[in-house]
């Protein structure tokens, strides 16, 4: 049954992505960059522009996005250098370098960076968002195709979702139902944000206040039983959702 409402959910997120998908644009040809932003903002995107590298990692860190979009020959920090910083941190959000080098060397190190697409200049809008829709499309899928049975590995903690286990080596911890339902939420999302409204949606049938309060204090709980590793941690982004972050070894 859950399951059943969680692929609906996702289905319904990737229906209304042109309106919800945030999108970080890092170019510092100011008349593209302004070009891109308002056709993108046009077709539903939400757009953050920058106009260097550096700017562009600042706002980064300190913002959650579903995807990037990165100029490769910028001042200050170029969009290689940024793409690398951002994959430290973040092996998840997909992003897209925009590059006049049509050079396959250039093309072959943006994605052993971890590019999920490399467009070169000049190119159509009409291009550029349907190679955003596909990618945003791809991300979404491949959440959902995750196996409903599928052991998540977190840091010292091995979490069972089918049998409601939560695993480490001073023993284990049985969860109930909404507990395991909340953390499997958090683990398809990993290092990434995990918005309130869908886990709402998801797990508690509705999203108002007395329902996020509830679902409140099971991220408390969740954080307290995950305690036992400090490279593993449920961070809160404030009015938005949660964040299931784990330290690489």
Not at 14 to 27: C, G, H, R, Y
Request: proline share 1%.
């Amino acid at each position: 049954m859950f399951i059943s409402h969680l692929n609906k959910m996702y289905a319904s997120t990737f229906l209304n992505m042109k309106t919800k998908a945030n999108i970080l644009l890092v170019e510092d040809d100011k008349n593209l960059g302004f070009v891109i932003k308002d056709s993108l903002e046009l077709a539903g995107f939400t757009i953050d522009l920058q106009e260097n590298g550096v700017l562009g990692a600042e706002t980064f860190h300190h913002a959650n996005f579903d995807l990037c979009i990165l100029d490769i020959m910028m001042p200050l920090k170029d969009g290689f250098t940024l793409a690398e910083e951002i994959r430290k941190t973040d092996l998840v959000t997909p992003i897209i370098f925009l590059s006049a080098r049509s050079m396959d060397v250039d093309k072959i190190r943006g994605f052993k960076i971890g590019a999920d697409d490399y467009i070169t200049k000049p190119f159509s809008i009409e291009e550029l968002k349907l190679r955003i829709e596909a990618i945003l499309k791809r991300t979404s899928l491949s959440i959902l195709s995750t196996e409903r049975n599928a052991i998540f590995e977190l840091g010292k903690f091995s979490f069972d979702y089918e049998n409601q286990i939560l695993r480490s080596s001073t023993g284990e911890r049985k969860l109930t139902r909404k507990e395991s339902e909340l953390l499997r939420l958090l683990c398809l999302n990993k290092n990434r944000l995990l918005r309130r409204e869908l886990a709402l949606k998801s797990i508690w049938g509705e999203d108002d206040y007395f329902m996020g309060r509830s679902m409140d204090v099971y991220i408390t709980k969740l954080r307290k039983f995950l305690a036992e590793d400090e490279k593993v941690n449920i961070l809160n982004v404030h009015r938005t959702g949660f964040k299931l972050m784990v330290e690489e070894e």
